[in-house]
């Protein structure tokens, strides 16, 4: 079968299929991700309009009800303006300052849709004022944590300037590795002396994050890159309890330069697994007791690829790199942007709002995916162009349980995430310690590539122009079948109520 249609409109063709493609789940615990795991950013320019946030209308009750359906657990500020603009109890008083109330303006906004915050301090602001002094200024970070504690704000979380290593490329003063470590030790010695507390991702006891560092996929790392310089001068200060969340950013390639064949591309998918290995390795020697997040993703940089970040094909990679951050225990991954730009997930026009085909992946997956990561054998099939990953399913208010698809007579519930690049439907058989006898299917596909449309199960994904609501989407049962069907270029969300796993609880 081929979908040709995203409504009721099917023609069934004689494709070749590729059949007889195993997958195996097996019943141990790999990785439990934090319960806020999905991740939105909101640009940190935001904070440069005048007034701050100015065009977002974070009120607007369509949006709220759009972010509210889409889950985010962590709502980041961040990006590169973090190291333009300052905080400024007086208020908005410059170009790129902010205020209290522009603060709690954003997080009045995080409450309302159920997320917290990260937030990210300039590293930029030098002493005396300036940006040529090589010692952090700490004076209005204080400031503002001061603020923050006091007003009782859902602020989990702070880095410390964005892409430090990437400071000349975007004129701003270079910032060494060496530097840097002595500045998360005053940024430590801070969140010490304001909580008391750090390291719990909670009001009272925020993270401190850090260092943002850009994409890692085109050299391998060594002893003389950033990011080994800076994790091990750390470690020589003795100040590795400095970073309790090591984060870095991933993007496939330029949003300049990207065509959308390249992400059907195993060779372009595999980036990520491997930089986030060299990013391990040098978590590994330094800081062992951090955890890593994706503080920061997309598709691609510079704004995200017309017709690519925005469309159908993104869906591909986005849920590989969902699936596949929290297999290797990620604890958050921050998709860049919430709105604006081709990779926004939102984008507002004529006075409404509309997603993009993403913001769909995200909902589903807030939906159906639990905490625990599990191992899954069938991986490499197909020269890992069929990317298979298992998740215990969500238990607590998904929406399998308020319709009552996940019974209580029936524990251990996991989902499958099987992402096909091949351009013919694939066949899998699904390999599982015990017997289960059905599933639901939620099978994601689009007319083209480059499509501004996705569909889940042929119900277009698409916000209520009214109200912002987002549609529940209805997975498919399956009884008695083996074989889980996969489209060409497509993916699927696979529920198996009665797996039985005892690492889903």
Request: some cysteine; glycine content about 10%; overall charge negative.
């Amino acid at each position: 079968e081929a979908m040709l249609g995203l409504g009721s409109l099917t023609l069934l063709l004689a494709l070749p299929l590729i059949a007889g493609v195993d997958v195996v789940v097996n019943d141990t615990n790999l990785f439990r991700t934090d319960p806020r795991f999905l991740a939105v950013t909101i640009d940190s320019g935001t904070l440069c309009h005048s007034p701050p946030f100015a065009g977002l209308n974070l009120t607007d009750e369509r949006l709220i009800t759009s972010v509210r359906g889409l889950h985010p657990g962590l709502i980041r500020i961040g990006g590169s303006a973090t190291d333009y603009s300052f905080y400024d109890s007086a208020g908005h008083t410059a170009a790129c300052t902010y205020g209290p109330d522009d603060v709690q303006h954003l997080t009045d906004f995080a409450m309302a849709v159920g997320a917290d915050v990260v937030w990210g301090l300039n590293a930029e602001d030098r002493q005396n004022g300036t940006t040529n002094s090589t010692t952090w200024n700490s004076t209005r970070a204080r400031d503002f944590l001061n603020m923050v504690k006091a007003r009782g704000l859902p602020i989990v979380g702070f880095e410390l300037g964005n892409e430090p290593d990437q400071y000349a490329l975007v004129k701003l003063p270079p910032v060494s590795p060496s530097q840097h470590a002595l500045d998360y030790q005053a940024l430590l010695a801070l969140v010490q002396d304001v909580y008391g507390s750090h390291g719990q991702g909670t009001p009272a006891s925020p993270w401190i994050i850090g260092p943002a560092l850009t994409s890692v996929q085109d050299t391998p790392f060594s002893k003389e890159t950033w990011l080994l310089e800076f994790v091990g001068n750390l470690s020589a200060l003795g100040a590795q309890e400095s970073i309790d969340l090591l984060s870095w950013h991933f993007y496939y390639e330029s949003g300049n330069h990207a065509e959308s064949t390249d992400f059907v591309s195993t060779g372009l998918f595999d980036r990520f697994m491997q930089a986030d290995s060299w990013v391990r390795k040098a978590q590994a020697l330094y800081l062992p007791n951090a955890s890593l997040v994706l503080s920061e993703t997309a598709s691609a940089w510079a704004g995200g690829a017309p017709n690519i970040s925005d469309g159908y094909v993104s869906v591909l990679c986005y849920a590989d790199r969902l699936a596949a951050a929290a297999s290797l225990g990620t604890k958050f991954m921050a998709r860049q942007t919430l709105i604006g730009g081709a990779y926004g997930l939102l984008r507002h026009e004529n006075d409404t709002w509309s997603a993009n085909p993403s913001f769909f992946i995200g909902s589903l997956w807030a939906q159906l995916i639990g905490q625990v990561a599990l191992p899954v054998l069938g991986q490499e099939s197909l020269a890992r162009s069929l990317r298979s990953y298992a998740m215990c399913t969500r238990q607590d208010g998904g929406f399998l349980k308020q319709r009552d698809l996940l019974p209580d007579d029936q524990p251990g519930s996991i989902t499958l995430v099987l992402v096909n690049l091949e351009p013919l439907p694939v066949e899998i058989d699904l390999v599982l310690p015990n017997h289960a006898p059905e599933r639901w299917e939620f099978l994601v596909t689009g007319t083209r590539l480059t499509s501004p449309v996705v569909a889940v199960n042929g119900a277009i994904g698409e916000l209520d122009p009214a109200t912002g609501a987002v549609p529940t989407f209805s997975g498919t049962l399956k009884r008695g079948v083996t074989g889980i069907r996969v489209d060409g270029e497509s993916l699927a969300f696979v529920v198996v109520p009665g797996a039985r796993f005892s690492s889903c609880p």
